[in-house]
T-cell receptor
């Protein structure tokens, strides 16, 4: 069964606005990862947060992890048109990385 | 230099044919994966190899057979292709510590079965 579920399925914002995507999962994890996929391309790793971490930053990205609620969020600040892509969370257990269905983000100029 | 490469990028073939997709990584990772992404963008793990040994084999028809000649290569052979096999297939690699670490994906192979 699917581990990660992203919310919302689609998000449309204007350039300069912030975008927040959420991910919920069901079982214990070792780490949680966020990936971006541009149309017609492979997935690109954005950030990894371990189960003992609560928050992590990378440039305009901020990821939080709440293991008690089994949820994570990805915040993209000051979005750009180039941020338009699908964003996936993936939960890592002992040997498996399980992806959610993704959030499609559209950033309009 | 490409970290994870796949060939071919596009594959159009008839039902019933047999085809192979090749994957190579130059990152020195010990674990490689095959994923299938369907038309709704759902990405599902198919196989995982660690040091040439199969460690994950999800519910995949036995028409799909992975082969890892060495740590840097993981090929996927598909027999008797069916319409439902049409999808994008991604190869990936990572280190495997307590769990899978950052995965590096190939560009994908777009398979269309007619």
């Amino acid at each position: 069964s699917q581990q990660g579920e992203e919310d919302p399925q689609a998000l449309s914002i204007q350039e300069g606005e912030n975008a927040t995507m959420n991910c919920s999962y069901k079982t214990s994890i070792n780490n949680l990862q966020w990936y971006r996929q541009n149309s017609g391309r492979g997935l690109v790793h954005l950030i990894l947060i371990r189960s003992n971490e609560r928050e992590k930053h990378s440039g305009r990205l901020r990821v939080t992890l709440d293991t008690s609620k089994k949820s994570s969020s990805l915040l993209i600040t000051a979005s750009r048109a180039a941020d338009t892509a699908s964003y996936f969370c993936a939960t890592a257990t002992y040997s498996t990385l399980t992806f959610g269905k993704g959030t499609m983000l559209l950033v309009s100029p | 230099d490409t970290a994870v490469s796949q060939t071919p990028k596009y594959l159009v073939t008839q039902m019933g044919n047999d085809k192979s997709i090749k994957c190579e990584q130059n990152l020195g990772h010990d674990t490689m994966y095959w994923y299938k992404q369907d038309s709704k963008k759902f990405l599902k793990i198919m196989f995982s190899y660690n040091n040439k040994e199969l460690i994950i084999n999800e519910t995949v028809p036995n028409r799909f057979s992975p082969k890892s000649p060495d740590k840097a290569h993981l090929n996927l052979h598909i027999n008797s292709l069916e319409l439902g096999d049409s999808a994008v297939y991604f190869c990936a690699s990572s280190q495997l510590l307590a769990g899978p670490e950052t995965q590096y994906f190939g560009p994908g192979t777009r398979l269309l079965v007619l």
